[in-house]
């Protein structure tokens, strides 16, 4: 798939399969479809004043629970963001939108992409074994530092990507969600090895949790038990590729294990 | 087999021993009551002929009729380990006296034997749970804790376990149907 | 200027989702230990244990918990960037002293002792691997030896000096680790990298040989599972050509140290006393004075043939603790010579049914792990699955002695002294 290719009408318009109730543009309070309609307009035209009256409240489009269980128990958080509007003259594009107002992207938004893509800072969340491959392959040998990954950030208000490197306990699940709800947009998370993309080797077990995507969302799923540091490379690939297309699939990443339809 | 250590232990814990010292390869086992624990530990460590001070291991074991709490030591007058094996918890209040008078290490590994099986470790400063989150109910490592893939499910009739299909989880309407005895020996 | 948005803008103010949104479920028939999350915002509490006012549990507990005049609750999450893994500790500061800590453990319990009751034996192997994932073939040496003991099962000459041999290379990378890991967490960036290199390669040998780069599963009853083989013999003699020299290089970047000598030396005391009754094992009791290896003191294997020294250390602060890892690398380095000398040929694994069934008994089987002993205590009640499988784990003793240790340093020697003890949390919490 090659970069750029955003299929004839421009836009992956129609969000993937299993998402009901969703057209956002509609959904949001008509001030946000206003909004849309102006920004699909004007393309980077600032918005006069007057156009915009509402606050922009964003409802949460980005993750759904296909867990019943996870997330209070399948009550999704409502808002993801809330903007008020008011403070400068120029309305102002925030990128962490795009999800939800489906905006016709522009080579602005395709190089903050490849921005993105070539410098995902990951958050060094090395629990377990896996954590030794991470290390592997931010050291010496297996350099990820050659595709702009080299600070582990130990701040999650720093970092892009979240590669949860280990087994998942139940009791450490609070701290790595909280961890997950620090990290600020746009945020990528990457399950290495068996035991975050399906509880792995203690699938028996009484305290592990069955795959991190039971509590977070998942963008790149690397097996293995542990995988080389060559495969977290090709992971990390594939995420900076997943970047590049489509801003990584924003309305479609689900709480849960996801097929894509292509497969 | 240190033979020599069979004598030394049967001279000065005669009373206290409940049944036969067995020895194995490279390891002598006694058993003793949860009562006769601190005495049998501070004998133990202390004489001059047994100096048992370095504490290997402190276990729990739920045999399915009741509890043990098995001691590890080693000395350097003896190439053999010392298994001491605290028989007759009952399952239904476990108690044990604790060894943290003699080792300090012990506080945390009797933490986690109260964290597995539920064992009660009198004069233990610290017993709380030290693995499972503090508000944790239940006792995992116990027999009756069933995991949610094998539950009444006996294998040793002839047929490895491993090949048979796996197929839904029976709850036997005795709780104790699923519960793996240990042997009498 | 756009006019204040008559709307309210905040959820305190009153602000409504822009869909409907269905009702929370109501409290759900669920148990109490059911391993699901839930995650509910407002009771967050619940995840953590909650820092006083409430009712202290233990003794131990309400002592920890007092707080004193100018005293301060500090809390080293169970994330954060040294990297030993995800260790909770609570400190009691006063000021920049430390009064007393509490370690918080169990965010990596896995339940391996329980799978372990459930699977036969050659999978109880692979389970004890992750443990201690840094020097998983130690694990599998212990668990092996137990069953061993338990089966009356020899093994073959050859599969022991391959055991050795693999043993010991994967003891100089874990040490190897421990250093960097030593100046990483006292903010030293580079020997983790020289470090790093050493494993790398090492960990790749170990791969030309078991398959794997870190879990290994090689170690059988009765032996190992494959023979040697010339990528490995290349690989090792590549290695082993450089691997004196390398490691006085990676040594030495830390040796004359200044910052590095006067924030070890004498911090983090350990005495012999202390030691004996933490239970505490391994370099961390050399370092305080008592020459106990299991290598020795109860010989396993083919060590009584093999000719090496057990260096020990006085002083029993972290530069010793230190001191002596860098030791063991070279001594190791010594029966890895020997063992390459003295291979013997024959088979690698002794033969054994398929089906494995032991007499009831009991064994207890211990090595001589990078961080002390390893023991597995293995009860069989006849059938092919072990009735209890019990490791116990020497960072667990180790880090039993940080309550002891850290009281009286100041809050810069907190990693100082939790990374000499080298603790893998792996191995800590099962």
Known sequence: ?263 | MDRNLKRRLEARLDAQIQGPIRQRHDQTEIRIKPGDAPDVLRTVHDSVDLRFEILADLAGVDTGAEMQVVYHLWSETSPDWLRIIVDGISRDDPRCPSATFLWTGAEWLEREAYDMFGIIFEGNRDLRRIFMPPDYTSFPLRKDFLLPDDAARSPGEGVRHIERPYGPAVVADDPAAGVRRAPAS | MPTRPARPTTRAAGARPARPVEPRPSEQQRSEDDPRIMLDREISADLYEPIPPYPTRTEREGEFYTRGDGEMFINIGPHHPATHGVLRLVLKLSGEQIVDVDPVLGYLHRGVEKICENSDYYHVIDQVDPLEYVSSLFQEWAAVLSFEKLMDVEVPRRAEYIRVLSGELLRIASHTLYIGFLALDLGGLTPILYSFIERDEIVEMLAALTGARMLFNYFRIGGVNGDLNHEFMSRLGDWMSRAAKQTEADAALLNENEIFVRRTRGVGVLDRATALRFGVTGGNLRAAGVPFDIRRAHPYSIYPELDFNIPTRDEGDSLARYLIRVDEVRESIKIIDQCLHNMPDGPVMAKLPRLLRPRPGRAWGACEGPRGMLGVYTISDGSDQPFRFRIHDPSFMNLETVPTLLPGNLLADTMTIVASLDPVLGGIDK
């Open chain 1, 1 to 263: 798939m090659a970069v750029g290719d955003r299929g004839p009408k421009g836009v992956r318009a129609v969000p993937a399969s299993g998402n009901p109730t969703v057209d956002p543009a509609a959904a949001a309070s008509p001030g946000a479809a206003a909004a849309a309609r102006a920004a699909a307009r004007s393309q980077l035209a600032p918005l006069g004043p007057g156009e915009l009256t509402a606050p922009i409240v964003v409802p949460n489009t980005l993750w759904r629970a296909a867990n019943p269980l996870a997330y209070d128990g399948g009550r999704p958080a409502e808002i993801t963001h809330l903007r008020e509007f008011g403070l400068t003259d120029v309305g102002r594009r925030d990128d962490a939108r795009w999800g939800a107002l489906q905006i016709v992207p522009t080579k602005a938004d395709y190089i903050l992409d490849l921005i993105r893509a070539n410098s995902l800072w990951p958050l060094l969340s090395g629990l377990a074994c896996c954590a030794f491959e991470m290390m592997s392959g931010a050291t010496s040998k297996f350099d990820m530092d050659r595709w702009g990954m080299f600070p582990f950030r130990a701040s999650p208000r720093q970092s892009d990507v979240l590669i949860v490197a280990g087994t998942l306990t139940t009791k450490m699940s609070g701290p790595l969600i909280r961890l997950w709800e620090q990290m600020p947009e746009p945020k990528w998370c990457v399950a290495l090895g068996d035991c975050t993309v399906s509880g792995g080797r203690y699938k028996r077990s009484y305290s592990t949790v069955q795959g991190i995507d039971r509590v977070m969302p998942v963008d790149v799923y690397i097996p293995g038990c542990p995988p080389r540091p060559e495969g977290l490379i090709y992971g990390m690939l594939q995420l900076g590729q997943l970047v590049k297309d489509q801003r990584g699939h924003w309305p479609e990443r689900e709480i849960g294990p996801t097929v894509p339809d292509k497969i």
